[in-house]
T-cell receptor, first 114, second 114 residues
Framework: KAGVTQTPRYLIKTRGQQVTLSCSPI?????VSWYQQTPGQGLQFLFE???????NKGNFPGRFSGRQFSNSRSEMNVSTLELGDSALYLC?????????????FGSGTQLSVL | DQQVKQNSPSLSVQEGRISILNCDYT??????FLWYKKYPAEGPTFLIS?????DKNEDGRFTVFLNKSAKHLSLHIVPSQPGDSAVYFC?????????????FGKGTRLSVIA
C-alpha cells in the first residue's frame, strides 16, 4: 500500500510569489491534515480536510489556504510568500476525521523563500 | 503560547542505557497523548500513545508515563539502540472536546551513541 505522497519534495521561491503544494493520501483515507514544521516552532497545525470540507483550521493568516478534491487528494496554497514561510510542510492522512492515533505523514515539501 | 513543551532540544545516551524524554503540557482539556518519531528526510511516524485514564502504557522497549497532576509525561526507551536516534515529538489532543487537532511540542533530538 503506497504511503502519503507529497510533491514537490523541494521548492525555492522568492518573496511575494505564491506556491501550491500537493498531497496524495493513503488509498481509502478521507482525512488530510497539513502541518508546518520550523526549527523554532516545531509542528504547527494548519488545517484539516475531510470529504472536501475544512474541519479545522489553525492559527495562520489567510494567505494560507487549502482544498480537498473528491478523490481525497489535497492541495495547500500560500500566497504573497514571506521569508518566514520557509519551512517543511507536512501532510498527514487518516481514515477518519479526528483519528489522531493513526495519522500517517508524508515526507514533506521543503519550501525555501528567498 | 506553547501548550505542549519539550524543554530539552537534545539528548545523548549510550547504547544499552535508558533514554528518558520529557514533555509538559498546560491545557487541562488534553486527555490523549502521543509520541511520534521522525528520521531526517522522512515524515513523523506514530510510536506510542496514552489516554488520560491511564498512568502508564508499554509497548516493547517503549513506555510512556503520565502524571496528570503535574501535567507531565515521559517516554522511556530501554535499552536504547543506535536506530533510536531521531527527533521525538510529544503531541496532545482533547478528544472529549470534539474533533480537535493534535498539538505538538518542538521535539527532542535523541542521539544514541554506540
Amino acid at each position: 500500500k503506497a504511503g502519503v505522497t507529497q510533491t514537490p519534495r523541494y521548492l525555492i521561491k522568492t518573496r511575494g510569489q505564491q506556491v501550491t503544494l500537493s498531497c496524495s493520501p493513503i488509498s481509502g483515507h478521507r482525512s488530510v491534515s497539513w502541518y508546518q514544521q520550523t526549527p523554532g516552532q516545531g509542528l504547527q497545525f494548519l488545517f484539516e480536510y475531510f470529504s472536501e470540507t475544512q474541519r479545522n483550521k489553525g492559527n495562520f493568516p489567510g494567505r494560507f489556504s487549502g482544498r480537498q478534491f473528491s478523490n481525497s487528494r489535497s492541495e495547500m496554497n500560500v500566497s504573497t510568500l514571506e521569508l518566514g514561510d520557509s519551512a517543511l510542510y507536512l501532510c498527514a492522512s487518516s481514515l477518519r476525521t479526528g483519528d489522531n492515533e493513526k495519522l500517517f505523514f508524508g515526507s514533506g515539501t521543503q519550501l525555501s523563500v528567498l | 503560547d506553547q501548550q505542549v513543551k519539550q524543554n530539552s532540544p537534545s539528548l545523548s545516551v549510550q547504547e544499552g542505557r535508558i533514554s528518558i524524554l520529557n514533555c509538559d503540557y498546560t491545557n487541562s482539556m488534553f486527555d490523549y497523548f502521543l509520541w511520534y518519531k521522525k528520521y531526517p528526510a522522512e515524515g513523523p511516524t506514530f510510536l506510542i500513545s496514552i489516554s488520560s485514564i491511564k498512568d502508564k502504557n508499554e509497548d516493547g522497549r517503549f513506555t510512556v508515563f503520565l502524571n496528570k497532576s503535574a501535567k507531565h509525561l515521559s517516554l522511556h526507551i530501554v535499552p536504547s539502540q543506535p536506530g533510536d536516534s531521531a527527533v521525538y515529538f510529544c503531541a496532545a489532543s482533547a478528544r472529549n472536546s470534539g474533533n480537535t487537532p493534535l498539538v505538538f511540542g518542538k521535539g527532542t533530538r535523541l542521539s544514541v551513541i554506540a
